[in-house]
């Protein structure tokens, strides 16, 4: 079964510090996502992207995280100046609606600590 | 946008017992999922059912989309179905899943 890659598994920083996360989506997904899960809460998801550009952004998403698709299997978050309270499980997931659609697969996820 | 809530909010079961795990949505939906959060933080998608019945193994889900819920079944629990269970829906294909707040589920021995 097809899978979303996500790297590194675990990942410890200084505060101040940028950090990029990385993702390989499902090579045939067109819509890709970022989500984000603080210890013990609910996981919320941070943004959209869609044809190379951002589709849907929420009010988590500030201008210190940035996305891009620098080719065409991977898909990157970059926090720019990492917070204490930026320490969280970040996922990445995507879907496709083409030849049917199943729901979002997602990866494993990438443990941020923040120091 | 949706608001998605879940019941109850931990649940402990002895080895071998049955429980139903609710999930409530106030918008009719394009997507519903149930995925289990395993103790490494691995989010597992168990079902993707915005309606009707799936089973997989002990596992059930029912999701009533006129009556806006979803259930999971799970059956003879055993300890490696501890963890959380989220339910996770949006009302367009294109829109942001949205989460509810998991249930955590304790299976003791």
């Known amino acids: 079964e097809p899978e979303v890659t996500q790297t590194p598994s675990h990942q410890v920083t200084q505060m101040g510090q940028e950090v990029i996360l990385r993702c390989v989506p499902i090579s045939n997904h067109l819509y890709f996502y970022w989500y984000r899960q603080i210890l013990g809460q609910k996981v919320e998801f941070l943004v959209s992207?869609?044809?190379?550009?951002?589709?849907?952004k929420s009010e988590i998403f500030d201008d210190q995280f940035s996305v891009e698709r620098p080719d065409g299997s991977n898909f990157t978050l970059k926090i720019r100046s990492t917070k204490l309270e930026d320490s969280a499980m970040y996922f990445c997931?995507?879907?496709?609606?083409?030849?049917?659609?199943?729901?979002?697969?997602f990866g494993s996820g990438t443990r941020l600590t923040v120091v | 946008g949706i608001q998605v809530e879940q019941s109850p909010p931990d649940l402990i079961l002895q080895e071998g017992a049955n429980s139903t795990l609710r999930c409530n949505f106030s918008d009719s939906v394009n997507n519903l999922q149930w995925f289990h959060q395993n103790p490494w933080g691995q989010l597992i998608n168990l079902f993707y059912?915005?309606?009707g019945t799936k089973q997989n193994g002990r596992l059930s889900a029912t999701t009533v989309a006129t009556e806006r819920y979803s259930l999971l079944y799970i059956s003879s629990s055993q300890t490696t179905d501890s963890g959380v269970y989220f339910c996770?829906?949006?009302?367009?294909?294109?829109?942001?899943?949205?989460f509810g707040k998991g249930t955590r589920l304790s299976v003791i021995a």
């Open positions: 997931a995507s879907h496709s609606p083409l030849g049917g659609y199943y729901g979002y697969t």
């Open positions: 992207f869609y044809n190379n550009e951002i589709s849907e």
């Open positions: 059912i915005p309606s």
């Open positions: 996770a829906a949006h009302v367009q294909q294109n829109t942001p899943l949205v």
